[in-house]
T-cell receptor, first 112, second 116 residues
């Protein structure tokens, strides 16, 4: 499985944008880049995913480098409810390779 | 849309007994579901891939006779922890993905198992 590398932790001030980086230098051409977040004692929550182009949804934006070896999850205006562990995961598309393998993620702390 | 319901949310059982955890996709059909386990302050570890109408695929190191998985319908997968012991105490989470499009994965809310 292609691996991802994320900082262990980050802090951000409330109401400011947050940029969460992820490196995936061994990504294959068919791997999707997925982001999930997990609050304490809850299951992970889907945030966003993409393949090559940048993506936007109501929760966040995903900026994907041109060579696809890195990506950045952007929370445009952090709130206290965004404090969570954020996971960047590569998902294969071949049959039998669609499972998500979680790394250690980035623990995001929001400072009021 | 794409809701996954997991039940129970928590359970306490005696050592040596078995516990069944249910995972249901409420508004979509899921031919494949995934079961994870998470210990405190650790990341999710994939245990097995549950396939509707066929045997589950277990990850290396996961005992298939201890963690029985049944995926009898397109909306229900169950995980049974047999002869549970205190070291099986953990947070168990299921996941599924709506097929037929470019969707993300939906996770259940998790089951906190405590074996005493």
């Amino acid at each position: 499985d292609a691996k991802t590398t994320q900082p262990n932790s980050m802090e951000s001030n409330e109401e400011e944008p947050v940029h969460l980086p992820c490196n995936h230098s061994t990504i294959s051409g068919t791997d999707y880049i997925h982001w999930y977040r997990q609050l304490p004692s809850q299951g992970p929550e889907y945030v966003i995913h993409g393949l090559t182009s940048n993506v936007n949804n109501r929760m966040a934006s995903l900026a994907i480098a041109e060579d696809r070896k890195s990506s950045t999850l952007i929370l445009h205006r952090a709130t206290l409810r965004d404090a969570a562990v954020y996971y960047c995961i590569l998902r294969g598309t071949n049959f039998g390779n669609e499972k998500l393998t979680f790394g250690t993620g980035t623990r995001l702390t929001i400072i009021p | 849309g794409a809701v996954v319901s997991q039940h129970p949310s928590w359970v306490i059982c005696k050592s040596g007994t078995s516990v069944k955890i249910e995972c249901r996709s409420l508004d979509f059909q899921a031919t494949t579901m995934f079961w994870y386990r998470q210990f405190p302050k650790q990341s999710l570890m994939l245990m097995a891939t549950s396939n509707e109408g066929s045997k589950a695929t277990y990850e290396q190191g996961v005992e298939k006779d201890k963690f029985l998985i049944n995926h009898a319908s397109l909306t229900l997968s169950t995980l049974t922890v047999t002869s549970a012991h205190p070291e099986d105490s953990s947070f168990y989470i299921c996941s599924a993905r709506r097929q037929g499009g470019n969707y993300g994965y939906t996770f259940g809310s998790g089951t906190r198992l405590t074996v005493v």
